[in-house]
């Protein structure tokens, strides 16, 4: 396995993280979700896309 598999299996696990953080926190509702919603889907779109540009990247890599 190369790295940059590797990477964008490690940046698509941390999306997932955030998106279960993320539920649960809606779940739970009140102040708190109030407060951290904004910040964790975020950083749900932050790992996503930098999965993308993994995946990307491994394809731009293997073009050659």
Request: glycine share 8%.
């Amino acid at each position: 396995m190369s790295i940059i598999t590797v990477l964008v299996l490690a940046a698509a696990l941390c999306a997932a993280i955030a998106l279960f953080n993320g539920v649960v926190s809606m779940a739970h509702g009140g102040a708190e979700d109030q407060n951290s919603s904004h910040w964790l889907m975020l950083k749900r779109v932050g790992w996503q896309g930098l999965a993308l540009l993994f995946v990307l990247l491994a394809l731009l890599v293997n073009l050659k």
